[in-house]
C-alpha cells in the first residue's frame, strides 16, 4: 500500500477524532494556519512528537500497539494535506 494511502487509512482510525475537530489544539488537517508553524519544524521532529508525545498529545496519540512507521506515514499524510 502506498505511504500517503496508509497514512490516511490510520488517520481516520486512530487520529481523526482530535485532529478534525482540533481537540485539546490539536492542529487540524488541511489547516495552513495551523500546522504552517509545525510543517516548519520538519518531518523528522513532527514524527519524534507524534511517537513520544508532545504537549497535551500523549505517545501515539494512545494508540500504543501502532508502530514507528505508521506514527510516520501518519504524519505524511497530514502535512501532505496542507492548502
Known sequence: ????????????????VCHAQGLNGAPIVGNKK?????AEQG????????????GLMPAKGGKTELADSDISAVVK??????Q
Open 43 to 54: 518531518l523528522e521532529t513532527l514524527v519524534e512528537h507524534a511517537t513520544n508525545g508532545f
Open 1 to 16: 500500500m502506498q505511504q500517503l494511502a496508509l497514512g490516511e487509512e490510520l488517520y481516520k482510525k486512530n487520529c481523526k
Open 77 to 82: 499524510y497530514m502535512l501532505s494535506q496542507i
Open 34 to 38: 495551523m500546522w504552517g508553524p509545525r
